[in-house]
């Protein structure tokens, strides 16, 4: 019998194993009662569109549901929890999700996991009592005054920021009340009420912290605005998680390469208006943001 070996472009190829390279990740939430819910599908498809991992998941943690064992967290680079609904059981969620960071797993927690009064809504058992959390989970929240935006970035170059040029967090602008982190706990950027936004633990290297709700406008008119670079910041606060190195700024049409073909793709986000193209992060397109990316590819990338 004769056997037929298929041909595969090389370009086809090189795409392949690029995607396969990408981390894999897994929302691990309360969202919703409902993993179909559009609470729990839009970050999902704002995460796939950033094109920056191989899958992203939907693990329904809500009320009546199993909870995930580690060998099911392992599955993933990182993982994205929030709540908004009760968790099935926030001790056994916090055990499995501490014995995954020990394991060298990401875990990256946001609104309000991190920011509620009520019972069951954030994580307890061995992630509280063994110190993992960033922002204190049973915080509470706010929500007044609404529309914040980006606001001070104190730690300028930070990974968990690349590419993100503005952000807007809708009418309700959920975010934490307290401005604390426990002690491990470093701050990178704040909303522009100075509650923090970004945080990131310089104990555990699989640990970050969003102040923000993940789910967009695009599911709700009130919520962070779906034209600002709320995706890119939670996709970079998962590959920081993942340990994965952060995308190369200057490398614009993300070929893996630096050449002149970067300034033509820069100059064509220029023209369209793309955040992007906001290299210097002041909110405005200009020619200073030019002199910022030429000074950014001279730098190179790691």
Not at 63 to 70: D, E, K, Y
Request: include cysteine.
């Amino acid at each position: 019998m004769k056997t037929c070996h298929a041909i595969v472009p090389a370009g086809i190829a090189m795409l392949a194993a690029a995607v396969a390279a990408q981390p894999r990740v897994a929302i691990v939430a309360a969202a919703n009662t409902s993993p179909s819910s559009i609470q729990f599908t839009d970050p999902q498809a704002k995460l796939m569109g950033t094109g920056l991992f191989s899958a992203v998941d939907i693990v329904s943690v809500y009320t009546g549901q199993p909870v995930p064992t580690l060998a099911d967290l392992q599955q993933y680079d990182a993982i994205i929890t929030w709540s908004n609904v009760n968790f099935n059981d926030s001790a056994a969620l916090g055990d499995v999700f501490a014995d995954y960071v020990d394991a060298g797993g990401g875990v990256v927690v946001a609104v309000f996991a991190n920011s509620t009064t009520s019972p069951n809504r954030y994580l307890t058992g061995r992630w509280q009592s063994g110190g993992y959390e960033i922002i204190p989970g049973q915080g509470g929240n706010t929500s007044s005054p609404g529309s914040q935006t980006l606001g001070t970035i104190l730690i300028p170059g930070h990974p968990t920021l690349d590419g993100v040029a503005s952000f807007n967090g809708g009418t309700s602008s959920f975010r934490p009340t307290t401005t604390a982190l426990t002690s491990h706990g470093v701050k990178v950027a704040e909303w522009s009420d100075g509650k923090t936004l970004v945080a990131v633990s310089n104990q555990f290297p699989g640990r970050v912290d969003l102040g923000m709700y993940p789910p967009s406008s695009d599911s709700s008119a009130s919520f962070w605005v779906s034209t600002t670079d709320g995706a890119r910041l939670m996709a970079n606060a998962l590959l920081v998680a993942a340990g994965a190195p952060a995308p190369c700024y200057p490398d614009c049409n993300a070929d893996g390469q630096l050449n002149l073909s970067d300034f033509g793709c820069f100059t064509t986000k220029f023209a369209l208006g793309d955040p992007y193209a906001d290299c210097n992060g002041d909110g405005a397109l200009n020619l200073s943001d030019f002199g910022c990316f030429t000074t950014k590819f001279a730098l190179g990338c790691p």
